[in-house]
C-alpha cells in the first residue's frame, strides 16, 4: 500500500514562501509521475505542478506558473513544492498524488493519480 504523507504547510503573509514536502513510501518512488493539487473551499480541486519519473520535466498551473517548482529527490521518496511570492488565491489545502503507472509525464488531470496523501493547508493572509 502507498502511503505520502505531506508536511509544511501553515499561514504566510503575501509576497511570502512556503515549501511542502512530500513523502511516499509502499513502493518504488523513483519509476513514478507526482503531482500536487489544490482545493480552496467552495471550489472543485484544481491542478497546481507535476514532475516526471526522473524528474527532467514539469509541468504547472498558469497560475502559478514563474512562482511555485516542482521538485523531486528520489533518494529520499520525497517530492516538493516550493511557493515563492504567495498570493491569497493561493490560499488552499494542497494534496501530493501519485501517479498509477511508471514512467509517465506528470499529467495535469487527476484521475491519472492513484494515491493521495491527506492534504496540508496553506493559508496567506493579506
Known amino acids: 500500500q502507498v502511503q505520502l504523507v505531506e508536511s509544511g504547510g501553515g499561514l504566510v503573509e503575501a509576497g511570502g514562501s512556503l515549501r511542502l514536502s512530500c513523502t511516499a513510501s509502499?513502493?518504488?518512488?523513483?519509476?513514478?509521475?507526482m503531482a500536487w493539487f489544490r482545493q480552496a473551499p467552495g471550489k472543485e480541486r484544481e491542478f497546481v505542478g507535476s514532475i516526471n519519473w526522473s524528474g527532467g520535466a514539469t509541468r504547472y498551473a498558469d497560475s502559478v506558473k514563474g512562482r511555485f517548482t516542482v521538485s523531486r529527490d528520489n533518494a529520499r521518496n520525497t517530492v516538493y513544492l516550493q511557493m515563492n511570492s504567495l498570493k491569497p488565491d493561493d490560499t488552499a489545502v494542497y494534496y501530493c498524488?501519485?501517479?498509477?503507472?511508471?514512467?509517465?509525464?506528470?499529467?495535469?488531470?487527476?484521475?491519472?493519480?492513484?494515491?493521495w496523501g491527506q492534504g496540508t493547508q496553506v493559508t496567506v493572509s493579506s
Open positions: 509502499g513502493r518504488t518512488f523513483r519509476n513514478y509521475a
Open positions: 498524488a501519485a501517479d498509477g503507472q511508471p514512467y509517465r509525464l506528470g499529467l495535469s488531470i487527476s484521475n491519472a493519480y492513484l494515491y
